[in-house]
């Protein structure tokens, strides 16, 4: 194929080539030399042929560092946590925090059954009588949704659930479909259902107008729970004493429940210990971080994800729940050599158990950056492990010099 207009990013066919012959393209365009050109075009432990069938386009593969996090007992089990992650001292924080919950027996947590949603939005100008044509109408449509999905059904899974309300303000009724996807994330299972449900909306509703046929990735019905109980020895150092840390951290996430600002960056230090746990296992981080967020402003204000209080009895209790729509079957998770490994690490968990897993590596990392913020600061610890890095970029320029 010719790519013959020097200098411009119209590629018609580009996707069709070879992952080399794009890579040349791509560094003929941007003058790459050698070096960078093999910097991009390079796979880490994937083939070439793996990352052109994930992606369109592809080039090569992004390395990230891959480290573990100790000192995680979850549910009485202990377990390495893998983690993706190219900030220094994300590890160190999360296996710091899930140091100081040993302390207290360190994580329980729990969840609910994988019930991914997807959305049908109908535009009716005269909305009538929907609930009771629904209702009507409502088994009739989940089995309709069900079938094909033979595969699912014998695990469990399929179309459970119908519910709707009416937007006025857009004219919209929103059927909500609520699918048990088994330990498949389920984007896909949803997203067939309820491309193929709405086909059978002009007929319930001969006015309407078809919307949008998508899942939702507030998934409020596919929750993960974690939560920790630590005694003030934890946080008791030779200078400090543990309660009066246990009053800071509280006092802090009290910041966090009433300055959006703070809330931000409190969450930011939660999505700091999920996100590396989603990427190392395959799963998609985007769509966790558009759940949780929305789910933090549910009450129309954007607050913390986790909660952390004093008890009775003077030890500091710390909790988090969130939409957990992971998968540990089908699609990367199940190509990706790594997150293979990566499962495997975590003991082979089904969907629920590594949505759990999760949250308490995010309830971990929060209490780390929240314990460290409340007494010396961050920058104590984060500078240390930081002025590595600022060390090698300064060899590095010396010898590029
Ligand atoms: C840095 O990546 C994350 C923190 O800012 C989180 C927080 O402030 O809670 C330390």
């Given amino acids: 194929m010719e790519f013959s207009r020097e200098g411009s990013s119209r590629l018609p066919g580009f996707y069709a080539l070879p992952v080399s012959e794009r890579a040349d393209i791509t560094a003929r ?29 592809a080039v090569g593969c992004f390395s990230l560092p891959l480290g573990i996090a100790t000192n995680f007992s979850i549910n009485k089990r202990d377990i390495l946590v893998p983690m993706a992650v190219e900030e220094t001292s994300v590890i160190a924080a999360a296996s710091h925090g ?31 009588d929907f609930d009771t044509i629904l209702a009507a109408e409502k ?115 009290h910041f966090a429940w009433h300055d959006t600002y703070r809330a931000a960056t409190h969450n930011k ?41 004093k008890t009775q009895s003077g030890q500091l209790h710390g909790s988090i729940e969130l939409p957990m729509a992971v998968g540990t079957v089908g699609g990367v998770t199940k190509l990706h050599p790594t997150a293979q490994a990566a499962l495997k690490l975590l003991g082979r968990p089904s969907a629920q158990e590594l949505g759990e897993i999760v949250c308490a590596v995010g309830l971990a990392q929060n209490l780390s950056a929240l314990r460290a913020l409340a007494t010396e600061g961050i920058q104590h610890g984060h500078m240390g492990l930081h002025q590595k890095n600022l060390d090698l970029i300064q060899r590095q320029a010396n010898v590029f010099a």
């Avoid at 402003?297 to 607050?303: A, E, I, T």
Wanted: with cysteine; proline share 4%; charged share 20%.
């Fill in 139 to 253: 088994e009739q449509l989940l089995a309709y949704a069900n079938r094909g999905q033979d595969r699912l059904l014998r695990r469990g899974g399929g179309a459970k659930d119908l519910t709707w309300y009416y937007i006025p303000a857009i004219k919209s009724l929103v059927i909500l479909v609520h699918v048990h996807t088994g330990d498949a994330m389920g984007a896909n299972i949803v997203n067939t259902m309820v491309e193929k449900l709405s086909t059978f909306m002009p007929e319930l509703f001969p006015a309407c107008e078809l919307g949008l046929r998508i899942l939702t990735n507030l998934t409020d019905r596919r929750m993960a729970f974690a939560e920790c109980t630590i005694p003030p020895e934890a946080f008791t150092q030779s200078e400090q004493d543990g309660a009066y840390v246990i009053d800071r951290i509280v006092q802090a996430w």
């Fill in 269 to 309: 230090g939660v999505m700091n210990g999920i996100d590396p746990v989603l990427i190392a296992t395959g799963n998609d981080w985007r769509a966790i971080e558009a759940g949780a967020h929305a789910y933090c402003s549910r009450d129309g204000h954007y607050r913390p994800m986790t909660m952390w209080r």
């Fill in 29 to 57: 365009f941007s003058h790459l030399n050698v070096g960078e050109k093999e910097s991009l075009n390079n796979f880490g432990s994937l083939s070439g042929e793996l990352v052109d069938i994930f992606i369109e386009n």
């Fill in 98 to 128: 899930a140091k100081l919950a040993r302390y207290g027996g360190g994580f329980q947590t729990r969840s609910t059954e994988p019930i991914m949603t997807g959305q049908i939005q109908l535009i009716l100008e005269e909305p009538g």
